[in-house]
């Protein structure tokens, strides 16, 4: 049940754009984005709940294709406190609680 | 104020020992979580307690113990430490159960057995 993320890594320059995929084998209900900076915890992004639905925070936005079963997360002109491991989580009913399932997760690293 | 408290933050423990994490929330959520993050940076969700009960309990072996005495509580309990569960251990919380909500983790506990 765990999304696939790519890619698996990416460095970037300051300024320099990057796209994170998250796609699953299953139908998403809907899907979540968190970034962890090193040693520290996951911290929330944003929720996208519906198909087609588009998001934005600050310069990172993110599209959510529900008949594709994909989403995708876009981080313009990136700024070095954008280094951490990007997760994407998508979500299943079980018992009505809100059961996440977080992706193989995308380590990004801006440089000066 | 930290929202979501884990303590201890690192833990070295023998092959055998039992073990127990501790978790307090005060966001005044009703819904609480206990992930396990390996070496490669896999977080899987172990459990989830909704109101002191128990709402999901995925494939993990029974020497793992979750307790809730409250709402604002959810402590993880370990018997017989193997190799193997070495890891990070994030407690979490939500508002409620349902889904959409966005979880608020705690700052992990590092466990490592020898």
């Known amino acids: 049940q765990q999304p696939v993320q790519s890619p698996q890594a990416v460095i970037l320059r300051e300024g320099e754009d990057a796209v994170i995929n998250c796609s699953s084998s299953?139908?998403?209900?809907?899907v979540h984005w968190y970034r962890q900076k090193h040693g520290e915890a996951p911290v929330f992004l944003m929720i996208?709940?519906?198909?087609?639905e588009q998001k934005g925070h600050e310069k990172i936005s993110a599209s959510f294709n529900e008949k594709k079963q994909q989403s995708s997360l876009y981080l313009t002109a990136s700024q070095l406190s954008y280094s951490g491991t990007y997760f994407c989580?998508?979500?299943?009913?079980?018992?009505?609680?809100?059961?996440?399932?977080f992706g193989t997760g995308t380590r990004l690293t801006v440089i000066p | 104020d930290t929202a979501v408290s884990q303590t201890p933050k690192y833990l070295v423990t023998q092959m055998g020992n039992d073990k127990s994490i501790k978790c307090e929330q005060n966001?005044?959520?009703?819904?609480m979580y206990w992930y396990k993050q390996d070496s490669k940076k896999f977080l899987k969700i172990m459990f989830s307690?909704?109101?002191?009960?128990?709402?999901i309990n995925e494939t993990v072996p029974n020497r793992f113990s979750p307790k809730s005495p409250d709402k604002a509580h959810l402590n993880l309990h370990i018997n017989s430490l193997e190799l193997g569960d070495s890891a990070v251990y994030f407690c979490?919380?939500?508002?409620?159960?349902?889904?959409?909500?966005?979880?608020?983790f705690g700052s992990g506990t590092q466990l490592s057995v020898l």
């Open positions: 979490a919380s939500s508002q409620d159960r349902q889904p959409n909500e966005k979880l608020f």
């Open positions: 299953k139908a998403l209900y809907s």
């Open positions: 996208l709940l519906k198909g087609g």
């Open positions: 989580g998508t979500e299943s009913l079980l018992g009505g609680a809100n059961n996440l399932f």
């Open positions: 966001l005044g959520h009703d819904t």
């Open positions: 307690y909704n109101n002191k009960e128990l709402i």
